[in-house]
């Protein structure tokens, strides 16, 4: 069973950073592309970032560009996503998805989110 579990989400203040972590389990990890998205209240949920499965091609929103970086431990099989200079407008839940054919295509396999509040 493909598993995914988003951790990391909380509460900070503008300008603040926070590490989300997508532990996975039940994939080939290496062979997959995963992508974080994330849904606001009343919005509807937009893709952030995604990362190939060789880890070499990247892609992101443009308005976490410069912000955010998106990162992948194939020995740990997790997915990171490093977010600074939090905005407001970031609050949001964010959610870790998995494509296996590892070209940041569809997304397979979804997890649960977790919440980020970013405060003014």
């Known amino acids: 069973e493909v598993q995914l579990q988003a951790s990391g989400g909380g509460l900070v203040q503008a300008g603040g950073s926070l590490r989300l972590s997508c532990s996975t389990s039940g994939l080939s990890f290496d062979t997959y592309a995963f992508a974080w998205y994330r849904q606001a209240p009343g919005k509807e949920r937009e893709g952030v970032s995604c990362?190939?499965?060789?880890?070499?091609?990247?892609y992101y929103v443009d308005s976490v560009k410069g912000r955010f970086t998106i990162s992948r431990d194939n020995v740990k099989n997790t997915v990171y996503l490093q977010m600074n200079s939090l905005a407001p407008e970031d609050t949001a839940v964010y959610y870790c998805a998995a494509d296996r054919y590892g070209v940041c295509g569809d997304m397979d396999y979804w997890g649960k989110g977790t919440q980020v509040t970013v405060s003014s």
């Open positions: 990362i190939s499965s060789s880890g070499t091609k990247t």
